[in-house]
């Protein structure tokens, strides 16, 4: 068993179990033969054929005892297996882990190696050498400054057990003045807090109330709204003037050329049927007739255009009218307008100058 045990791992093969079983037969076997020698010198044939028939039911009991221990020793290396495989990849995954660790080791060692080649042979070894010893002094500052942070902790430390020390030591008088100092600035400090919050409350007052006197426009941006207002309604009065000529010039053509288009049908009608009118009197009769009507039809549509644009042009001289009345009134208007900037001018400046003499007095 120590033999088929190769490199750590239980495994048996049959060549190693036959091999055991050999080297146990020839041991019986030898020792059947000792045994029969020994009965042969007693003399007793008999108890030579009992001596190998015991010695062959040894030998039958002890193969079936390797044989089950052989099975066990299977099972056993079949439960193992996983764990085993677990294991082995385990061992492959930390050897290939080590060998990527060794060569960038290994290149760590190169290139600090050129490193320091190139340091020896470069023309800057002097700022190089600088360079570490600067990089050594911000090591130490560093350290320093840890150290001179756990001192001040500890000096805080100090300091506090100080201060409850003094607090529950009362009886002192210079103790009991120094208590009575503090209270009196905490109540200060409350005092100042509450005097500082009253202050920004009111500073945002009065940054809200001169907000809303900025957004009051004054007397000029009033005049340049009321420029820019008038301005823009005059580019939208025209505006709506030219749109307006565009309709009532689309509403003619259209007119006219349903005029047209009836006078084309009428033309039409007629064309087609002279010809049929002319075969007999009556139905000339009944042409003429249908004729006359549409002439009829014709002159009443005439007249009735007439009526129209006499009316049109009686509201277009009224119109006209209202338009030289308004535009008599916009001249006054801008003339008011005008004087009045004139006189808020010249009150502002008389402002100004009263203003003046008072400081003056």
Do not use: W
Request: net charge positive.
């Amino acid at each position: 068993m120590a033999e088929t045990t190769q490199g750590g791992e239980s495994k048996v093969s049959g060549k190693s179990v036959g091999k055991i079983m050999t080297l146990r037969g020839d041991e019986l076997r030898q020792a059947a033969e000792v045994f029969a020698a020994e009965m042969e010198k007693t003399g007793g044939e008999d108890s030579v054929e009992a001596a190998k028939k015991s010695a062959e039911q040894a030998h039958q009991r002890q193969v079936e005892i390797l044989t089950r221990k052989v099975n066990n020793a299977k099972k056993a290396i079949e439960k193992k297996k996983p764990a085993f495989k677990a294991l082995t990849e385990k061992v492959t995954q930390l050897k290939t882990t080590l060998v990527k660790r060794q060569a960038y080791a290994e290149r760590i060692v190169t290139e600090s190696k050129k490193l320091e080649k190139q340091e020896a042979s470069s023309k800057n070894a002097g700022k190089l050498e600088q360079l570490k010893q600067l990089v050594l002094l911000n090591e130490n500052l560093k350290s320093q400054e840890t150290q001179f942070k756990e001192n001040c902790k500890q000096q805080r430390a100090d300091l506090l057990n100080m201060l409850k020390q003094l607090e529950s030591d009362e009886s002192d008088d210079e103790t009991k003045k120094m208590f009575e100092i503090e209270k009196i600035f905490g109540n200060d400090t409350q005092k100042l807090q509450k005097l500082r919050q009253v202050l920004a409350s009111k500073n945002q007052e009065i940054a809200k109330l001169n907000r809303m006197i900025d957004e009051i426009p004054t007397r000029a941006e009033l005049l340049q709204f009321e420029r820019r207002f008038v301005e823009l309604y005059e580019l939208v009065q025209d505006k709506l003037v030219e749109t307006r000529k565009y309709y009532n010039l689309y509403n003619t053509l259209n007119e006219s050329f349903g005029f047209m288009e009836n006078e084309v049908k009428l033309l039409n009608s007629i064309i087609e049927g002279f010809p049929e009118a002319m075969k007999s009197k009556s139905r000339q009769a009944a042409f003429l007739d249908s004729f006359d009507k549409i002439v009829q039809g014709i002159n009443a549509n005439k007249d009735h255009l007439k009526g129209e644009k006499e009316r049109e042009s009686l509201e277009r001289d009224v119109l006209a009218q209202k338009q030289t009345k308004m535009q008599e009134k916009q001249r006054k208007y801008f003339k008011a307008v005008k004087e009045f900037q004139e006189e808020c001018f010249k009150n502002e400046k008389y402002a100004e100058t009263l203003e003046n003499l008072e400081e003056n007095r």
